[in-house]
């Protein structure tokens, strides 16, 4: 690791744990809600507080890893991976999640592809961050234009540049630019990401730690008159010569 990027890591893990511990936040106070109304109702909704609780602790763990990873790149194995492969596994870590704000996930191969290399425990770690972060979003977004847009696209497809793997939704809100104006506003504001989420956006950031660790780059993207984030993957040209 080169020097300015090992005294960059600590930074940023710091910014990344203020966005966590305040992401966080929300799921506590939901099953606190959760086991109070049921307490008073005799009724709890234990798939609810389920599908919570394992997607704050599938925070934590994501979290860990992108630190782990931003600072060990030496033990990051890349491997020949199936993009369709890991976006099926992320889309069934996040179905329960999903129900529980009712959206409605689908998963999208836009084409044949063969495999490409990359870390596949970091890969399926940053989309299933994404996804989640995206999934709590939509539902306030979606208030303001109608509820068809309660769809989330595990999708992936073929560029320039490129294997495309990424999660899209009927929203315009994801830009390059309100990305990377979170990215500053991380560690000086709440609700840095405001066009994408009204919560701290922790999901977006862990998934843009874990990879940067793995030298990709989280960005905009479209994929069938849909938008979302997404990144860059490269193909196993060897593997497919096999």
Known sequence: MARE???ETPILSQRLLLSVAEELKLPLLQIARQTEQGQLTGQTDLAAIRATAESALGLIDN???GIRLALEPEQMAVESVSVSSVLYDAGQQLDALAKSYGVELE???AGRFGPVLAHRRGLQAALVSLGAALIEALPAQAEAVSASQLRLQLATHRSRYGIVAGLYADTKQASNEALQRGRELQSRSRQPLMNLTHT????IFVADTI????KLELRASRHHRLY???TVLQPNHQLQLV
């Open 107 to 109: 998963l999208s191969i």
């Open 200 to 203: 701290s956006g922790a999901g």
């Open 5 to 7: 990027e090992a005294e």
């Open 211 to 214: 990879l940067k660790a793995m």
């Open 228 to 230: 979302g984030l997404g």
């Open 63 to 65: 979290y860990t890893l």
